[in-house]
């Protein structure tokens, strides 16, 4: 199919690509391997049965290979592997030319000349000796014939260019496993009772890490975002992450990894964080390797760490020029455990995002540290696979499954990883298979119920013992150098842990990009900015908003749209909410900051409202025009990011975002606001406490439509309470109260006010999460537009807006579209003069100054109080305002008590049809029975 002459599939990918190329991410060079010569088809052909074998080795060899140290996986003979199967004879010699590449040469060589004539047994010997080892090479599922010949030829031939593992590096190996085991085994002796959840039994962890950042340095990476759970994670941050040992021992001993006066919490130990700056001797520079705060949540740091490696991509893509491509300088890196790589739908979710424009990162390395183990359920109850690395085959991944008792092919697979990944710019996994010699954690009996598993693993030596002793049968290592590294690495924690007394913590969150923000309960330094713009410029960005080229075939339905939005900055009155959402995003863009909205169909709006991307109605073409109407240099973008259906990942990545840029005003929107609790993990253990637990600031904004409207139960309620529930605001009025509040919760009725609160979002000089409560039924409702006047200098956001009813003796509080109803239902019954109605349009931090100067006319002249809402008692805001409300009481003077006006306590937000009519119909007779 063709619209006028553009294949449907060109113009697919050129829309797919827009907005990677317009901020310079391109996934990866040109890689095109030289496919077989005529003459190896021909080979080929004529022998087709070696090409079964062959191919059948490749394909399943890996249920063959030596992978398990503790033998335990039940692994039944693959006949598959058998040549005679295929009706191959061992007293016949094959060429192998086109079939088995050839260590020493270049199989793929079009030049090669001549033949190789192999008997079975050498093919079978050279076959077996590259799949049938202790790595185990998943790659035949790949639809690409290119990766599969990539995979091939490597693994077959001599010539791949990996850094060899020679003396040298030999002995660093032993070093850090030494290290390793040391540590642990002095944390053990020094802090029985402290759950460290070591690394026992999968310390080829580290050198497998240090072997990947090392030839990532080399390709000239200089950034690696890690994302990790527990397992390991103290021992990665001492013995490679140059996190100080007595920071860690001062932790353990109960004191704070924060300081003090910032009034932040912290966490444990075993989400503790560093970000060194590593050197290798074989790179030319550093690379430096930030590893994530994470929750005890397993696996929900994953898109964070995507979204900061994407971020963090932004500004080195485009200093580093045009040859640089997406991944060239940042990698992602994401550790996980077997159990939690299955059972966790993220990294499902994950998945998916990997190879999508605007959440791409240009691959990441995988590697699941797999104890066989989740807890106490082995692998065979926690997962229906065959392997814990199944999941990544959505995308075709490939896995390397390596056994963790060989240290030296863990380093080989990280490589070849690394490799993988560079040229294709796609994800990879390593199945590390290891065992835990403790239980979950160190105050664990695991025979409770593995009897058999811990027999065998308290009856084997270590890693770092097995090694040892390679490399003294090989020469390469001493028994003295043995002892001399275990007891200098030792001696180094009696020094840590005698310095613990004198350590102490340094607040180090306010640097590079954030040098200029502030420490927001640091009340002194912080302020509100000015968000008003001038008139001129409000009309230019307006205009700008809707500019499509001359030649564009624009939908006939958004011609209105476009004329709408120009007669409203003709006149400047009636701008609706999108028009102040594109002002809001254009001025921004004007004044250097970027901006990126995320969510399921973003680019025009669930309700069909936005419209910030146009597409040409007969080729396709995607035009954004903000991004390409009256644009100066220094200008931000706008990047509109339609995303998967995820809602975990998707939010977890605008998050991790968030993170990297406090100059990119990041939104996600929610298709309806219930949408959200499919992130609630990301909402409770990131977007919520961060900054308390981790002193992490982020801008992230939220937006949710919100109200009940007949729709049901679901796609009608934001869950304020649930939000509100989250904050820390306080119950009383304090100078403070606005630094020290984890979110922001609002409920705007204006286009103004929406516009000032995004400016706001940015021009602050600290950070903290936005959630808006957006209308769905007020986008294009007149009461609910404002005018130009409205968003020009000198105006900002109003977190109270009040009337002024004279003779008013009742007054009604409220937050969000029930203010219009209850404001038609006022007039219908004649009451204008004697009902005031009060918006609370922010929520949180609570507006206690600000309301109670607007209820103080009314208290004096001893008004009745009312809160109004239209979500039932035991949802919407009322849990959280009552009690504020009665301090702002206090303030203001008033002497009676909060009346609640609303639907009754329920185990839903909203209802459909006649019973939501009913419902509110009962809502506004208690409103306003007995006024006159």
Excluded at 26 to 44: I, S
Excluded at 329 to 348: E, I, N, P, R, Y
Excluded at 676 to 684: E, M, R, S, T, Y
Aim: with cysteine; proline share 5%; charged share 20%.
């Amino acid at each position: 199919m063709k619209f006028k002459g553009v294949p449907c599939r060109r113009a697919l990918l050129a829309r797919r690509a827009y907005h990677d190329a317009s901020f310079g991410f391109r996934k990866a060079r040109a890689f095109e391997m030289p496919d077989y010569t005529p003459r190896q088809l021909e080979n080929r052909a004529a022998n087709a049965a070696l090409l079964r074998y062959v191919d059948s080795m490749r394909t399943h060899a890996h249920r063959a290979a030596q992978i398990d140290p503790l033998n335990i996986l039940q692994r039944e003979e693959v006949a598959a592997l058998n040549p005679e199967r295929y009706g191959l004879s061992r007293d016949t010699k094959y060429c192998i030319d086109g079939i088995v590449w050839n260590h020493g040469r270049d199989a793929l060589s079009a030049d090669a000349a001549g033949s190789q004539e192999w008997t079975l047994a050498e093919i079978e010997t050279h076959m077996r000796g590259t799949y049938v080892g202790r790595i185990a090479y998943e790659y035949m599922h790949s639809p690409s014939k290119t990766e599969r010949l990539w995979f091939s030829h490597l693994l077959e031939s001599s010539d791949a260019p990996i850094l060899p593992v020679d003396a040298p590096q030999q002995k660093r190996i032993f070093d850090l496993l030494a290290q390793s085991e040391t540590l642990d085994q002095f944390l053990q002796q020094k802090f029985p009772n402290t759950k460290r959840y070591g690394l026992e039994g999968a310390e080829s962890m580290i050198p497998a890490l240090d072997a990947l950042f090392r030839v990532a340095s080399v390709a000239g990476v200089e950034h690696v975002v890690l994302g990790m759970p527990h397992r390991g994670r103290l021992n990665l941050l001492i013995n490679l992450l140059e996190f100080p040992a007595s920071a860690l021992f001062s932790k353990i001993r109960g004191n704070s990894e924060v300081p003090e006066e910032l009034g932040a919490t912290g966490d444990v130990i075993s989400h503790l964080v560093a970000s060194p700056t590593l050197k290798y001797k074989e790179a030319s520079g550093g690379i430096k390797v930030t590893l994530l705060p994470n929750p005890s949540h397993l696996e929900a740091v994953n898109p964070v760490a995507l979204g900061k490696a994407r971020a963090k991509q932004y500004s080195l893509l485009r200093d580093a020029g045009p040859d640089c491509m997406l991944g060239d300088k940042v990698m992602s890196v994401q550790l996980h455990g077997d159990a939690a790589f299955t059972g966790q739908g993220v990294v499902m979710e994950c998945f998916g995002l990997s190879n999508l424009p605007h959440f791409t990162s240009g691959g990441t390395v995988h590697l699941v540290v797999n104890n066989n183990i989740g807890y106490t359920t082995p692998g065979t109850s926690g997962r229906s696979s065959l392997y814990c690395s199944d999941i990544a085959k959505m995308i075709n991944a490939p896995v390397l499954h390596c056994n963790g008792d060989y240290v030296e092919d863990v380093v080989r697979a990280m490589q070849i990883a690394f490799m993988y990944r560079s040229h294709f710019r796609k994800d990879i996994v390593i199945d590390l298979i290891t065992y835990r010699r403790w239980g979950h954690n160190e105050l664990d009996e695991p025979a409770f119920t593995q009897p058999l598993m811990y027999n065998q693993i308290r009856s084997r030596k270590s890693v770092p013992q097995l090694y040892e002793d390679k490399l003294l049968s090989a020469g390469v290592l001493t028994a003295d150098d043995a002892a001399t590294a275990r007891r200098t690495a030792r001696d180094h924690l009696d020094v840590q842990l005698a310095d613990t007394t004198s350590y102490k913590p340094k607040a180090d969150m306010l640097q590079g990009k954030w040098s200029s923000f502030v420490w927001p309960a640091s009340t002194d330094a912080v302020h509100d900015p000015a968000t008003g713009v001038e008139l001129d410029v409000l009309q230019s960005v307006g205009k700008a908003s809707v500019t499509l080229p001359s030649d564009f075939n624009i939908h006939p339905r958004l011609q209105r749209h476009v004329k709408s939005r120009l007669s409203s900055l003709e006149s400047g009155s009636r701008l609706d909410w999108a028009t102040a959402e594109a002002l809001a995003w254009g001025t921004l863009m004007r004044e250097g900051y970027n901006v990126r909205i995320s969510g399921q169909d973003v680019g025009r709006g669930t309700f069909s409202h936005r419209h910030v991307m146009f597409v040409d109605q007969e080729t396709e073409q995607v035009v954004v025009p903000l991004n390409e109407s009256d644009k100066q240099p220094g200008d931000g973008m706008l990047e509109l990011a339609n995303s998967s259906l995820s809602e975990f990942a998707v939010l977890g990545f605008e998050y991790g975002m968030s993170w990297d840029n406090p100059r990119l005003l990041c939104l996600w929107e929610a298709q309806f606001g219930d949408f959200f609790n499919g992130a609630q993990v990301i909402i409770d253990t990131f977007v919520a406490s961060a900054e308390t637990k981790w002193l992490k600031q982020s801008g992230l904004t939220i937006l949710l439509p919100h109200g009940l409207d007949g729709a049901g139960p679901e796609h009608s309620s934001a869950r304020i309470e649930r939000w509100l529930q989250l904050t820390n605001d306080a119950y009383e009025h304090s100078p403070d109260n606005v630094g020290n509040v984890n979110m922001q919760i609002v409920n705007p009725t204006t286009a103004a006010n929406y516009f000032h609160l995004l400016r706001r979002q940015m021009l602050r000089n600290y950070r903290k999460p936005l959630v808006v409560a957006s209308p769905k039924g007020l986008l294009r409702a007149p009461e609910a537009s404002s005018s130009l006047s409205d968003l020009a200098t000198g105006t900002t956001f109003v977190p109270v807006i009040a009337e002024a009813v004279e003779g008013a003796k009742n007054v009604f509080i409220v937050s969000g579209k029930v203010f219009f109803e209850l404001q038609k239902e006022r007039a219908a019954r004649g009451l204008n003069d004697k009902v005031a109605l009060i918006r609370v349009e922010q929520l949180s931090p609570f507006p206690f100054k600000e309301l109670a100067e607007a209820i103080k006319p009314y208290a004096q002249k001893g008004a009745h109080f009312a809160w109004v809402q239209e979500e039932p008692r035991n949802q919407g805001a009322w849990s959280h305002v009552h009690q504020r409300v009665d301090s702002v009481f206090r303030m203001a003077g008033v002497q009676s008590s909060l009346r609640y006006v609303g639907r009754g306590t329920a185990a839903v937000p909203g209802v459909s049809g006649a019973l939501h009519k009913k419902q509110w119909s009962a809502v506004v007779e208690d409103a306003f029975a007995g006024l006159q």
